[in-house]
């Protein structure tokens, strides 16, 4: 090869740089000599240094010695020296995976390649390839120090260069049908923009073949390759989290020089699975809003994009914006705001979460409306709302504000059932409403009680099924389950006292039976405990109770009462307690 006497036979996986040094160490020739040589075969249109078997990646390497390439960041690394000492200690060989930018660990042993001496710190020079020894002290690099344990995606890296040298295929899948070239543009620009985003022009980093440099480049692009695409995805999550306030819903500004490496520096069909994979983060993952400006994305991308204002989402669902801003402002919708340096402040809210409640949100319903369903005052409508026995949206509304209230929870409020056909001691339900049941919480417990199955209720026509207020209860029912007996009616503690009900009202105006005012439906009532029953009862007794004690008349009664000096508390013509039946202290009668 080259009229040279001696052609060694390549190794395997030998670089073709370090061949030629070895070829002209053989020969007596320097490695500069020797390329010299090949540069001017070329030249003269002779390929002679394909007459031997070669690895197709002399190809590559060939191209590179003969026009190198302007990138400060080469695929190829013929300026900087790296190896590892164990793998010449297994076969004194260059090999041609340490001739790339980007590989600098050995995937054999996961150790860090070596770039200098470490007998005299000196970094390695070319010549070191073909006698293996340090050019300045003489130290064999096959008794080098200690190796250094490499980082898992430093190793990753190089390992997936190997495969491409080999032509074999690697552990991604997602990456198999990139090239060297094209893996190592891939893998160039996003280590660049995991590692080095904050420096201007990060592309044109300098000595980036130096170990030093190109170390934490290969990392990053380990970080961001190696599980594709969740590590593409988290690369992107962060680039987000790491953008400026004020730019933050700009698609451009977020990404920045990692936009343009996907949409230009990465064009060709071989990148399109990076296009599709952002594209896919775009839509799962980007929180801010799309706009058809955006006109790198596709118009899908835009369209079924999951983050859109209120104005947009209330037209394409045909839900009112007044509900979806009431929605946002109550915290029940998933969204975003951003302020704007004119004061204005954006917000856009998560269309997938609204498109699965829509039924729900076009068919609220007012407070007018639901009153008319229920059949009620809209005074009890808004007391179900406040016990949660009916659902809304948008919070509870300003004065003179509308509710959205849910109609599915007023027509499932309870299930009653058909009337039957005697309606005797039914009556309906905005009856108790207006007459027997608290102004406060009485409907709703009476309805908590109907859910519950404690209080049956039955609708008369097939049309008052939701009709609340048409609902007929059973009288003596709702007597024993909803109300209390320790808070009585005058007229149901003048039954207990076996009186009648003026009887009742005029102990309470004198105030010998106690009694206290409370709401009733829309009046306030006087109502009586049962400790006042008994507290009266103990006190004091009817002239009839003394009567039938003496076994003798009422009227007899007066006049021995009277004749033995005891008074009456209460009685006709007593001022202050007038009643129709005398009352007596019980502590000064002695009933036989």
């Known amino acids: 090869m080259f009229g040279l006497l001696i052609t060694p036979s390549p190794e395997p996986g030998e670089s073709f740089y370090g061949y030629l040094y070895r070829t002209g160490d053989a020969n007596g020739l320097t490695g500069l000599e020797v390329i010299d040589l090949l540069r001017r075969s070329f030249a003269a249109g002779q390929a002679e240094w394909k007459q031997i078997h070669f690895p197709p990646s002399w190809s590559l390497l060939v191209e590179e010695l003969i026009t190198p390439t302007t990138d400060a960041i080469r695929c190829w690394s013929l300026r900087y020296r790296k190896c590892c ?81 080999r032509g074999t295929a690697g552990r991604s899948p997602s990456l198999a049908h990139l090239t060297l070239s094209e893996f190592h543009e891939l893998a160039k620009r996003f280590g660049v923009r995991a590692s080095h985003s904050l420096i201007p022009k990060p592309l044109k980093l300098s000595g980036a073949g130096d170990l030093i440099v190109a170390a934490p480049l290969a990392e990053a692009a380990g970080r961001v390759l190696s599980d594709w695409p969740l590590g593409f995805h988290s690369f992107l999550k962060g680039v987000t989290l790491e953008a400026d306030a004020s730019s933050i819903w700009k698609l451009g500004s977020v990404f920045g020089s990692t936009y343009t490496d996907i949409h230009e520096g990465l064009n060709g069909s071989s990148f399109d699975f990076v296009r599709n994979a952002f594209y896919s983060f775009i839509q799962s993952l980007w929180e801010a809003p799309l706009a058809k400006r955006n006109r790198r994305l596709p118009v899908g991308t835009i369209v079924d994009h999951r983050w859109v204002s209120i104005p947009k989402a209330a037209q394409r669902l045909g839900i009112k914006r007044a509900l979806l801003r009431r929605m946002v402002s109550a915290g029940e919708l998933s969204h975003h705001s951003k ?32 009153a008319d369903i229920l059949k009620i005052t809209e005074y009890r409508v808004r007391q179900l709302l406040d016990a949660g026995l009916l659902q809304y ?34 009556v309906s339900i905005a009856y108790l409403a207006k007459h027997e049941l608290s102004a406060e919480g009485g409907l709703v417990e009476l309805i908590a009680s109907i859910q519950h199955g404690k209080v049956r209720a039955y609708f008369a026509a097939q049309e008052d099924q939701f009709a609340l207020g048409r609902w007929l209860v059973d009288r003596d029912s709702f007597a024993r389950t909803y109300q209390t007996r320790s808070s ?98 019980r502590s000064v009668c002695r009933l036989r």
């Open 339 to 370: 302020e704007f340096a004119s004061g204005r402040t954006g917000v856009v809210v998560e269309f997938l979460q609204l498109r699965d409640r829509r039924g729900q949100l076009i068919n609220a319903i007012s407070l007018e409306e639901a």
């Open 393 to 426: 949206f948008g919070g509870t509304p300003p004065q003179g504000g509308r509710w959205w209230i849910d109609h599915m929870s007023v027509t499932n409020l309870a299930i009653p059932i058909p009337c039957p056909g005697v309606t005797d001691g039914l």
């Open 488 to 585: 009585l009616s005058v007229a149901e503690a003048a039954s207990l006292l076996g009186v009648k009900q003026e009887v009742a009202y005029a102990l309470v105006r004198s105030g010998l039976l106690a009694s206290y005012s409370a709401p009733s439906g829309r009046v306030i009532a006087r109502f009586v405990s049962m400790e006042a029953i008994e507290t009266f009862n103990c006190s004091y007794a009817f002239g009839s109770e003394l009567a039938k004690a003496a076994r003798t008349s009422p009227k007899s009664v007066v006049a021995d009462m009277t004749g033995r000096g005891i008074s009456p508390v209460a009685g006709p013509g007593i001022v202050g307690a007038e009643c129709r039946h005398y009352v007596w202290p």
């Open 85 to 165: 000492t164990q793998c010449l200690s297994q076969s004194p060989h260059w090999r041609e995976v340490w001739d790339l930018t980007l590989a600098t660990c050995c995937s054999t042993h996961e150790c860090c390649l070596r770039d200098h001496c470490s007998a005299c710190g000196v970094r390695f020079k070319a010549d070191v390839m073909a006698r293996l020894e340090c050019t300045e002290c003489g130290a064999s690099l096959l008794q080098d120090a200690a190796p250094v344990r490499a980082d898992p995606m430093g190793i990753w890296l190089t390992s997936e260069f190997g495969h491409r040298l």
